[in-house]
């Protein structure tokens, strides 16, 4: 099947990736609540996913890490909101599971189409 060597599964890969280091950094910056002058850090999800669908290689490439500006800061210069970041969080387990529910759904067909073919 040319799906598992398609397009939509190298975006759904990519998709992954991203949130798994989206993932991170939300951690890392709940982590970092009490540090005095840390910054909060995101990543540029849609920037990454626009990069895959133009075509660019992605591979060798780790994705954009960006402080995140707007955010009220601390007198001690911290500007990490749990609140914010917990929300975050939330999301982007969604977004992983809805992701992996795709891919284990391609994989399926792919399996019972083997089945069915023997």
Do not use: C
């Amino acid at each position: 099947m040319s799906w598992l060597n398609s397009a939509p599964l190298a975006l759904l890969e990519r998709y992954l990736d991203v949130t798994t280091m989206r993932q991170t950094l939300i951690t890392t910056n709940i982590a970092n609540v009490d540090t005095p002058g840390y910054h909060t850090r995101d990543v540029d999800f849609r920037g990454e996913l626009q990069r895959v669908m133009d075509g660019q290689d992605t591979s060798e490439s780790s994705p954009f890490v960006l402080p995140v500006r707007g955010l009220i800061a601390r007198p001690d210069g911290n500007n990490v909101s749990v609140d914010r970041e917990s929300l975050l969080l939330a999301e982007v387990q969604l977004q992983f599971k809805a992701a992996t529910a795709l891919i284990r759904s391609q994989f399926a067909e792919v399996s019972n189409a083997i089945r069915e073919g023997q």
